[in-house]
């Protein structure tokens, strides 16, 4: 029984009416402390109890990163709609046909460009919300089209993955979007313009096993799950345990696979400057 829903939520009705909204307030998965929905807003969605970080989306994530939340995105064809014709328990161009009004995105990543405290930036954010961040051709178009972008402009490039790998109703077109964009990256770093990648939780499979390795400096948010597998996926091949925490960005910073691991409310200075080390200017 759910003392919340039976209990608490009738007594708040009957006092203030019944348009008390189902969403009111959310239970921290790692403390289990319930938070009202406004407050964890405030704290841009990090629990004020424990620290643990919600998935933030995109929207929120360029209102926090950009000066006065101005970013101007960059439209790009999804014109591959559904290159195997797959059918699982739903057609695949159903699912993008629902993804797409769902989150108002042609597919999961936005391009666009703006000003991080001054310093001119391009920036690709993953949806997790469009079939959980999964990279496809679309999506391995439009790093390609924001890249080439920074290359363009002379912009920094800042990648947000936040994914669940390749995305396999694409079969071998969803793989082959991994070199594709090493070697976009690889266009990054020969014209010398900074790279930086900001890890959210997750960020796995093809995504980490292509560009966001690649970064010039690597960034996480506390507690973010960076991999290329699950873990017990790893654990039923080798038959061992791993280590506690094993590919949270608390091991990997240990470890030596990121720099460091910044809060979300430190991320915008944190990236800014870095860019100013980076690009020897200062605003």
Known sequence: MNWLTN???PKIRALVGTNVPDN???????CEQM???????VHLRVCPHCGNHFKLGVKERIKNLFDSGEFTKIKYSAQFQDPLKFKDSKRYVDRLKSCREKTGEDDAIVIGYGRINGYKTVA???DFDFMGGSMGIAVGEGLIIGAELAIAK???????????????QEGIFSLMQMPRTVVAINGIKEAELPYIVLFTNPTTGGVSASFAMLGDI??????AIVAFTGSRVIEDTIREK????????????????????????????TIARILGILTHKKY
């Open 218 to 223: 690597h960034i996480a948010e506390p507690g």
């Open 124 to 126: 690709v954010f993953f």
């Open 242 to 269: 791993l280590p506690d925490g094993f590919q949270k960005s608390e091991y990997l910073l240990e470890h030596g696979m990121i720099d460091m691991i910044v809060h979300r409310k430190d991320l915008k200075s």
């Open 35 to 41: 938070i009202f929905a406004k407050e964890l807003d």
């Open 24 to 30: 009111l307030w959310e239970k921290c998965p790692q």
């Open 7 to 9: 209990f608490i939520r």
């Open 154 to 168: 002379g912009y920094s490039f800042l990648a947000v993955p936040c994914s669940g790998g390749a995305r396999m």
